[in-house]
Structures are given as C-alpha cells and as structure tokens.
C-alpha cells in the first residue's frame, strides 16, 4: 500500500483535459503555465467515435464529454482497458436530458422516451465507457456537490492503494439549461482525467499524495483562470493541475466538503 | 481482508419502520406492495410506498434540505438506536473520524418534479426550490452528516441500484487505508414520477406485485426505502459472533446499459470477487438474498450467475416482492434483510412466485427457512452494467 496512515499516493501517468478554451492537455499545459494566454470560448464537445454507431447517435453530451478526456489519458499509455477501475466524479448527470425529463413530466400527458430515462441515470457516462473499452472491471460514479472532484480523487487513490492496479478518475460537470442554471449555475462543460497507477513507473508526470485537511482552499493567480476553477466543480482541479503543468513541486489545498479541504503534494518525475 | 464489524443496522421500507417490523413482515410473508396511489401517477402498477413521509416537515434548522428522500432518511435515521450507535462512534473517534458514504438513484427528484410544474411567466423556478438540499445528489450525504454531526470525508454513489451496496465497499477501503475509523453507509432513495415513468417507459413495471423468478414475471413494482449500517474497524479483539462485513466483490458487464449479460457474466465474477475478498469458499455461504428484480432478464441471467458460482443447493430468495425494487437504497436494504437473517435466524422466504422457472436452477425458496444462516451473500446489479456483491456473516 502506498502512503503512510492519513496520507495516500499514486503516480499520474497521464491526464486528459476538455473544458472552456482549454482543447486537451497539452494545450492546456501551455496555458497553466503562462506560455499560452487563456481565452475562455465554449467547450467544444467532440462526437465518440469509440461506440458502435446505434449508441453513437443516442449518446448524450455527458457521455462523449467524459469519452473524450478518457480516451485521451489512455492514448498511447500501456494500460489495459479492459481491467481498468475507473471513478467518475460529477455533481450532475446529464444536464440537458434532466431538463428535458422534468419538462415532459410537467406535461398531462408524460410520454417519458425510454431513451431519455435511461440517459438521465447518473452513471450513464460509466456505463457507456465500459462498453466503449471492454472494461469489466468495476466502476463507481460518486458526487460530492463542489467537492466531487475531491470526492473523487480520494476514491481512485483509495482504489490503487488497496487494488495495487492502474485506476482512471474522469471528473466532469455540465451546464444546466434554465431554469435549473439560475439554481446551479455551472458555467460551461469542464472534464478532467487522470491516468492513476499505485507504483513508480518511467514516463510518470508525477507523484500525487494526498490528506485531508482544514486548510483555506488553494486559489489560482490569475483572475481568468481563478474564475474557471469556480465555473464548474470538475475545474477544482485546476490548482493541482497547474503544479503538474509548471513541473513544479508543491502542495496545492483542494476544496471538498465545508469543513473539510484536500491537501494535494504534486511531486514531479525527475 | 480484514472484515469490519457492523455495529448498527437499519432498515424502512413500505414493511414499516425499523428492524423489528421489517422481520415481522418477512416471517409473517406479508408484502408491503399496494396498488399505485402516489401523488398524480396514473400508472397501472403496485409500489412499496413507505406511510406518513410527508406528514412532518424537517426541523427548521435543517429546512433547506425538504425532500421526501431526506425526510426518508430522517425516519430511517431515528429506527434502531442508530442515532445513539453513531454518537458512541463520535465519542469513540472523533466525529472527524466517521465518513459518510450513502447511495441514492433520485435524491430530491419529486420536488423538482413538483417545481416544473409551477415554473413563473419567465420559465423561473418557484422561490421555494432548494437545489443543493433536494435535486443535487450529494443532498443526501450532506443531510445525514450535518443530522448526525459528523466531520469525516463523505460522499453520494449513484450507480442506479448498486449505489448502496458499493458503498460497503468504499467505506471499507477507507477504514484499510486508516482514512477513517467508522462510517455511516446505507442507501436512500424515494418514489418520483422520473423513475415510476422511466420504468414503464422501458416496459419494465409489473401490473401486478412483482413476481421474482416466477415463470410469468413481468417486472418490477418500484418501492422506497431507507437502510444504513455503521461500520466500525476491529482491532485484534475479534469477538466470536460479531456481525460483519467479511468481502465485497465489484464488476461491470460491459455489455448493455440497459439490460444484463444474458449469462450473467458480470454477477458471476462480482460473486466471485466477493467470496475472494471474504477468503471463503462458495460452500460457506448459507443464504442468497438475490437482486431478483421480477424482469425475464435479470432473474435468467442472475440464476445462471448463482448457479455457475454456488451451485443449485444454496438457498436463496428475492425479497422484491415484499419491498419492491428500491433502486437506489436496495443494496443496503437487503443487506439489512441479511442481517435480519442472520439475527433472527431464518431465511425469508420469496413472494409470489407460484411457478418457479424452470430455466432458473437455484434453490429458491417458496416458505421460510427456519434454519438461520451464518454468512449471507446480496446481490446488488444494476443500469449500466454494474455488479456488487457483498458478504455478511458472523465471526467464527
């Protein structure tokens, strides 16, 4: 087991990243780091091309937004598939599905689509990834309201501690239509996944230990970057990944539920 | 693994509140299934709807959090001298100590079902509606912690009708890795129009009481139900007799996201996983509390799974019939069933199954099993694909 008693750690070997104005890691490597600007434009969700094409046309936007930063953790990563735990963390399915739901069953007539209740589920996302990858291995959806990202990372380190196997964390929320938007307003679609393994490996981008804590919850420097943390819980994450972007080492407090923070140590691969 | 001791347990339901009524029911064969009369549905169907929900509004103090789910929650709550088990926990360890990891497949669903229905002229939600108390799933957590005064890490797993069970699993996880010393686990989840709909959308509702593992099944009846557990670490002083969780085995078919492996591959290797975890061989376990849902599809393909994995001996029932399907909350809700079993010393008997298939080759039983069973397994499979299996039993 790694980590000592109250303090966990896992090697993150790869991370994929969709949000607004960031297209995937490596672009958003560059803005963290300063050596792009940060534009905000809305998150271009792509189409999966990863289901067969019946549940291709049916899929939600919840479920390609998760797909996309999936996959690109996994791309070209030595990591099977199909034995691969993964934790979703979210504080909402998806959004636009519930909206729709809702207003069908405010009508006399509620003809509920078999289609639409099933895309409502929470897990809707995991379980379209273990069909997209094969992956028999057992998957977990958790929310912990603006903490899920947290809520989530403690998850899948808990996970490769006690499995010692490769765990995946796809972290993701979306935005309501109103008038739930006015009720949770969740600024754009913002997805993060980590590539977890339990023990130190070449090519890693670095160490991540974790306790918890009471701390003042990390802010981000730049006004721009500070209000996209805010814009979505997912984006919580933003302060650790700015460690992992700058290549730097250093603890980074993540927020998770009111009395509680997450103390996150980036330590990077020399 | 090391097992964990289970030092209070819960259980409401439409069989009444608490431990004591639910064992009454389940000795007596009594289902808890009434025709459908709840709010506006129009749907011909029964449900395991639990009395007297909305008669008491929350204490001012925790209002932000009305919802019939989190008023379920208090009810389940205040059965069984949980309330005074957690506060023996709090002084134990530490309220910081004590997680909270509940599962739940609708949370506040029905208010905001209600609240859609009153939307003003410019398409606003009445000023009454609180997202982060009843439509936000973590609701439940939230709730729980802040009745029971808890400070440990927390969370909501809703991964439809594995959520509660999985939560077993994590809880325990966290205990290993020295997290946390003791956790409140359970799942809660409530009648709503999303899910009575959903369902019979998908052709899945039963115009009868559902009829697990008969020939004729034809579905589900959707019920609600409050269940939690307290999980505590155990020291070297294991005492002969303690109840416990002794493993938990997780899966996903991969295969369809809305109907299981025809053969049951994903319960088969989660009922496998478990009895690994347990370290026990198939032969140790003495009951089956099975998922059981009463569709033609999971009650093929789950038998095939138990007979693959425990062979056709081992007795074992649904006991959906007497609940209903209560999604969310039905893993906890069983494994409080199981406990019952182990306690009371019996093994509930399934319901309304008046012909057995006889492509199901397990030992199902038809009247109660007086011999009360050492080590019970539950199965909790889900949308989705997933699969939970957990394994409860007194320490030898």
Same mark, same amino acid.
């Given at each position: 087991m790694s980590g000592e008693r109250g303090r966990w750690a896992a090697e993150v070997a790869a991370i994929g990243l969709l949000g607004p104005g960031l297209s995937n890691w490596t672009q958003g490597r560059e803005v963290l780091r300063g050596s792009l600007p940060y534009h905000s434009q809305p998150t271009a969700i792509p189409t999966s091309t990863a289901l067969p094409p019946a549940e291709r046309r049916r899929a939600v936007r919840v479920v390609n937004l998760a797909m996309a930063v999936g996959f690109e953790a996994t791309a070209g990563q030595a990591a099977d598939l199909t034995d691969l735990p993964t934790v979703f963390a979210s504080s909402v399915a998806d959004t636009r599905t519930c909206d729709e739901l809702l207003r069908t069953l405010a009508t006399?007539? %509620? /003809?509920? /689509?078999p289609t639409r209740f099933h895309n409502s589920v929470h897990n809707i996302a995991a379980g379209y990834w273990s069909i997209a990858t094969g992956d028999t291995a057992s998957y977990t959806m958790v929310c912990a309201h603006d903490g899920s990202f947290a809520a989530g990372l403690i998850e899948a380190l808990s996970l490769a501690a006690t499995t010692q196997k490769q765990v995946m964390l796809i972290t993701y929320d979306l935005d309501y239509p109103s008038p739930l938007r006015e009720q949770r307003p969740i600024a754009d679609a913002f997805a993060v996944a980590m590539l977890l393994r339990p023990k130190a490996a070449a090519g890693a981008i670095c160490q991540l230990e974790c306790a918890l804590g009471a701390q003042l919850v990390t802010k981000l420097n730049r006004p721009e970057l500070e209000s996209l943390r805010l /814009?979505?819980?997912?984006? %919580?994450c933003l302060p650790v990944l700015e460690l992992m972007a700058n290549g730097r080492e250093g603890s980074v407090s993540v927020e998770y539920l009111d009395s509680l923070s997450l103390a996150v140590t980036v330590k990077p691969w020399v | 693994m090391q097992p964990v001791a289970i030092t209070a347990i819960t259980a409401t339901s439409c069989l009444g509140a608490g431990l004591r009524a639910t064992s009454k029911a389940l000795r007596a064969q009594r289902s808890g299934l009434a025709p459908c009369n709840f709010e506006t549905v129009q749907l011909d169907t029964y449900i395991g709807q639990v009395p007297g929900i909305d008669e008491r509004s929350l204490p001012s103090e925790i209002s932000d959090y009305e919802c019939r789910n989190n008023r379920l929650a208090l009810l389940g709550l205040k059965q069984d001298g949980f309330m005074a088990a957690t506060a023996r926990a709090v002084d134990r360890y530490g309220a910081e100590r004590v997680g909270v990891f509940l599962g739940t497949s609708t949370a506040g669903m029905l208010e905001t079902e209600i609240a859609f229905r009153s939307l #003003?002229?410019?398409g606003m939600l009445p000023a009454s509606f609180r997202y982060a108390g009843s439509l936000d799933f973590y609701s439940l957590a939230s709730f729980v912690r802040k009745v029971l005064s808890l400070q440990g890490p927390a969370a909501v797993v809703s991964t439809a009708c594995s959520s509660s069970a999985k939560v077993f699993g994590m809880a325990r996880r966290y205990m290993q890795l020295g997290i946390i010393d003791a956790a409140v686990v359970g799942g809660v989840d409530s009648l709503c129009l999303t899910t009575m709909y959903g369902f019979h959308s998908l052709q899945l509702t039963s115009p009868v009481q559902c009829r697990p593992f008969d020939k004729h099944r034809d579905g589900i009846s959707v019920g609600e139900a409050a269940a939690f557990a307290l999980l505590e670490v155990m020291g070297d002083s294991n005492v002969p007799g303690t109840l416990a969780l002794l493993g938990v085995g997780e899966t996903s078919d991969a295969h369809h996201i809305s109907s299981p492996h025809p053969e049951g591959a994903g319960a088969r290797s989660a009922m496998q996983a478990a009895l690994a975890d347990a370290g026990i061989p198939a032969s140790a376990v003495d009951y089956v509390n099975l998922h059981g849902t009463g569709t033609p599809s999971n009650d093929g393909a789950e038998s095939k799974a138990v007979e693959g994995v425990l062979g056709t001996e081992v007795p074992c029932s649904s006991t959906k019939g007497y609940t209903g399907h209560t999604l969310g909350a039905a893993g906890a809700l069983e494994i409080a069933i199981c406990a019952i079993a182990v306690s009371d010393g019996f093994m509930p008997s399934g319901l309304n $199954?008046?012909?057995? #298939?006889?492509? $199901?080759?397990i030992n199902y039983l038809r009247s109660l099993g007086d011999a009360g069973p050492r080590v019970a397994l539950s199965n909790s499979l889900g949308f989705g694909g997933t699969n939970c299996s957990v394994v409860i039993g007194r320490l030898k």
């Open positions: 006399p007539e %509620r /003809s509920v /689509s /814009s979505a819980p997912a984006a %919580r | #003003d002229a410019n $199954c008046t012909l057995i #298939d006889p492509e $199901c080759r």
